[in-house]
C-alpha cells in the first residue's frame, strides 16, 4: 500500500535511483570508508541525472519535484553501503541550497544554486561553531557592516563538506544588541582571503564525508552576499533545519530498514542448539518489536512529509520524527549487531558500519534533547 506522500511515479523513480546507486556508487563504498573521504564527480555525476535538484524548479535546472523523490532519494542512498556519502549528498542538496531558492535573489540563484544543482560547486552549511551547537543563538562569528559590504570574524565547526565546497551558507550575528533580530545569513565564497580550512575531524561514523573546522579572519564580502535579509537569520536558519531534520531522518531509518532486513535473513539462517536462532522466543519478539518501532517511524515521517509538502509548518512534529527515529534507528541497529554475534562486531557484514553511522541521528542537526525542548515548548511547557 502506497503511503499518499508517493504515486506510481514516486515507485518508478525510486528504481531508476536504486539502480544509479547500486551500479554506480555502492562499488565504491567500502573504499570511500577506509579512505575517509570520497570523490568530488559523485556531486557532477548525480548533477548530471537531476538528483541534486529534485525538489527545484526546472528553471533553475531542477526536476519540479516533491518531497516524495527526495525522500525516495534519501531512502535509496541508503543502499549505497556507506552513509556519510547520503548524509553529504543531502547537505548539497536539501540543507544548504534550499535558503537560497526560498530566500535568495535572482543573482543568486545563478551563482550558486543553479551550479549546485549540476554538482559543479559544492556547499556547506556553517551553523555549529566550537562553542555553540545547540544554542544556535549563541553563535559568535560576527559580521559587520564596512562601506558596501560586511567583514566576517569567527568559527565554525562539523562542518560537513566543509574542506571542500565553493561556497558556504553562513550563520552570522550582525546585531549583538538585538536579539533573535541579530542574526544574518551570508552566501561566502570559501576563496576568499581570510576564510580557510582550519582543520578536518576524525570522527566515529559517516566516515566518507568530510567534517572540517572552518576559519574566517577578516572575510570580506559584499552585500549582495547576504541571503535574505539582514536581521531575520535565525527564523530562516530554523526553517531550514526543518527540512534538514526530514531527511536526515529518512536515510537513517532506510538504513535500519536494510540492516533489519539482513539480520533477519541471517536469525532464519544461523543456527544454534539444533535451531535457527531467529525461532528462540526471545529473538521472535526482539524482531516483532523491531519492525513495530521502525514501521512507526517511517509512518511519522511520510506523514510529517505529507504535511509539509502540503504547506503546513509541522514544527513539533519534524521534532518527533527526529528524536523518535534517532532512538528507534539505533535500537535497531544494536539489537541488530547483537544478533549478528560476533559477526557483527567484525566489520566484513557491515553491521558495526551501520552502528557507527547510526549515532549520528541523535546528535547532528539537533540533539534528542534539543528535540524535546521543542516538543516540550510546542505543548506550551
Ligand atoms: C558528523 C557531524 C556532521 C555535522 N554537520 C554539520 C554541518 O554540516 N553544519 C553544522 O552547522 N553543524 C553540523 N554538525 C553539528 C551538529 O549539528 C551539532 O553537533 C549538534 O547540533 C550539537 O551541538 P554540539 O555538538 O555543540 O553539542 P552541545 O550543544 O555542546 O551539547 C552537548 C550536550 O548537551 C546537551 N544539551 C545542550 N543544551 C541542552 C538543553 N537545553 N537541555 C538538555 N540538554 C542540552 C546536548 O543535547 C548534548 O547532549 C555536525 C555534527 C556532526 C557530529
Given at each position: 500500500?502506497?503511503?499518499?506522500l508517493?504515486?506510481?511515479?514516486?515507485?518508478?523513480?525510486?528504481?531508476?535511483?536504486?539502480?544509479?546507486?547500486?551500479?554506480e556508487?555502492?562499488?565504491?563504498a567500502?573504499?570511500?570508508?577506509?579512505?575517509?573521504?570520497?570523490?568530488?564527480?559523485?556531486?557532477?555525476?548525480?548533477?548530471?541525472?537531476?538528483?541534486?535538484?529534485?525538489?527545484?524548479?526546472a528553471?533553475?535546472?531542477?526536476?519540479?519535484?516533491?518531497?516524495?523523490?527526495?525522500?525516495v532519494?534519501?531512502?535509496?542512498?541508503?543502499?549505497?553501503?556507506?552513509?556519510?556519502?547520503?548524509?553529504?549528498?543531502?547537505?548539497?542538496?536539501?540543507?544548504a541550497?534550499?535558503?537560497?531558492?526560498?530566500?535568495?535573489?535572482?543573482?543568486q540563484?545563478?551563482?550558486?544554486?543553479?551550479?549546485?544543482?549540476?554538482?559543479?560547486k559544492?556547499?556547506?552549511?556553517?551553523?555549529?561553531?566550537?562553542?555553540?551547537?545547540?544554542?544556535v543563538?549563541?553563535?559568535s562569528?560576527?559580521?559587520?557592516?564596512?562601506?558596501?559590504?560586511?567583514r566576517?570574524?569567527?568559527?565554525?565547526?562539523?562542518?560537513?563538506?566543509?574542506?571542500?565546497?565553493?561556497?558556504?551558507?553562513?550563520?552570522t550575528?550582525?546585531d549583538?544588541?538585538?536579539?533573535?533580530?541579530?542574526?544574518?545569513?551570508?552566501l561566502?565564497?570559501?576563496?576568499?582571503?581570510?576564510?580557510?580550512?582550519?582543520?578536518?575531524?576524525?570522527?566515529?561514523?559517516?566516515?566518507?564525508?568530510?567534517?572540517?573546522?572552518?576559519?574566517?579572519?577578516?572575510?570580506?564580502?559584499?552585500?549582495?552576499?547576504?541571503?535574505g535579509?539582514?536581521?531575520?537569520?535565525?527564523?530562516?536558519?530554523?526553517?531550514?533545519?526543518?527540512?534538514?531534520?526530514?531527511?536526515?531522518?529518512?536515510?537513517?531509518?532506510?538504513g535500519?530498514?536494510?540492516?533489519f532486513?539482513?539480520?533477519?535473513?541471517y536469525?532464519?539462517?544461523?543456527?544454534?542448539?539444533?535451531?535457527?536462532?531467529?525461532?528462540?522466543?526471545?529473538?521472535?519478539?526482539?524482531?516483532?518489536?523491531?519492525?513495530?518501532?521502525?514501521?512507526?517511524?517511517?509512518?511519522?515521517?511520510?506523514?510529517?512529509?505529507?504535511?509539509?509538502?502540503?504547506?503546513?509548518?509541522?514544527v513539533?512534529?519534524?521534532?518527533?520524527?527526529?528524536?523518535?527515529a534517532?532512538?528507534?534507528?539505533?535500537?535497531?541497529?544494536?539489537?541488530?549487531?547483537?544478533?549478528?554475534?560476533?559477526?557483527?562486531?567484525?566489520?566484513?557484514?557491515?553491521?558495526?558500519?551501520?552502528?557507527?553511522?547510526?549515532?549520528?541521528?541523535?546528535?547532528?542537526?539537533?540533539?534528542?534533547?534539543?528535540?524535546?525542548?521543542?516538543?516540550?515548548?510546542?505543548m506550551?511547557?
Amino acid at each position: 500500500m502506497l503511503h499518499p506522500l508517493f504515486t506510481p511515479e514516486h515507485e518508478e523513480f525510486r528504481v531508476t535511483v536504486r539502480a544509479v546507486v547500486e551500479s554506480e556508487v555502492a562499488p565504491h563504498a567500502l573504499d570511500w570508508e577506509r579512505e575517509a573521504h570520497f570523490p568530488d564527480w559523485v556531486f557532477k555525476r548525480l548533477g548530471d541525472l537531476g538528483l541534486l535538484g529534485l525538489r527545484y524548479p526546472a528553471e533553475y535546472g531542477g526536476q519540479g519535484g516533491d518531497w516524495g523523490h527526495a525522500i525516495v532519494l534519501a531512502e535509496e542512498m541508503a543502499r549505497c553501503g556507506s552513509a556519510g556519502v547520503g548524509m553529504a549528498v543531502a547537505v548539497q542538496s536539501e540543507m544548504a541550497t534550499p535558503p537560497i531558492l526560498k530566500f535568495g535573489t535572482e543573482e543568486q540563484k545563478q551563482r550558486y544554486l543553479v551550479p549546485a544543482i549540476r554538482g559543479e560547486k559544492i556547499a556547506c552549511l556553517g551553523i555549529s561553531e566550537p562553542d555553540a551547537g545547540s544554542d544556535v543563538a549563541g553563535i559568535s562569528t560576527t559580521a559587520k557592516r564596512e562601506g558596501d559590504g560586511y567583514r566576517i570574524n569567527g568559527r565554525k565547526t562539523f562542518i560537513t563538506n566543509g574542506a571542500r565546497a565553493h561556497f558556504c551558507l553562513l550563520v552570522t550575528r550582525t546585531d549583538r544588541n538585538a536579539g533573535y533580530e541579530g542574526f544574518s545569513l551570508f552566501l561566502v565564497d570559501t576563496d576568499l582571503p581570510g576564510f580557510s580550512v582550519s582543520r578536518e575531524l576524525n570522527k566515529l561514523g559517516m566516515r566518507s564525508s568530510d567534517t572540517a573546522e572552518l576559519a574566517l579572519d577578516d572575510v570580506l564580502v559584499p552585500s549582495s552576499a547576504l541571503l535574505g535579509e539582514d536581521g531575520r537569520g535565525f527564523v530562516e536558519i530554523m526553517w531550514e533545519l526543518q527540512g534538514e531534520r526530514l531527511i536526515g531522518a529518512a536515510g537513517s531509518v532506510a538504513g535500519a530498514w536494510l540492516v533489519f532486513d539482513r539480520t533477519l535473513r541471517y536469525a532464519k539462517e544461523r543456527t544454534a542448539f539444533g535451531s535457527s536462532i531467529g525461532t528462540f522466543q526471545v529473538n521472535r519478539h526482539k524482531f516483532a518489536t523491531m519492525a513495530t518501532e521502525l514501521e512507526a517511524a517511517r509512518q511519522l515521517l511520510y506523514d510529517t512529509a505529507l504535511a509539509w509538502e502540503r504547506g503546513e509548518y509541522p514544527v513539533k512534529e519534524i521534532s518527533m520524527v527526529k528524536l523518535y527515529a534517532g532512538e528507534v534507528v539505533n535500537r535497531v541497529v544494536n539489537e541488530c549487531l547483537q544478533l549478528f554475534g560476533g559477526y557483527g562486531y567484525a566489520t566484513e557484514t557491515g553491521i558495526e558500519r551501520a552502528w557507527r553511522d547510526s549515532r549520528l541521528l541523535r546528535i547532528g542537526g539537533g540533539t534528542d534533547e534539543i528535540m524535546r525542548e521543542v516538543i516540550s515548548k510546542a505543548m506550551g511547557l
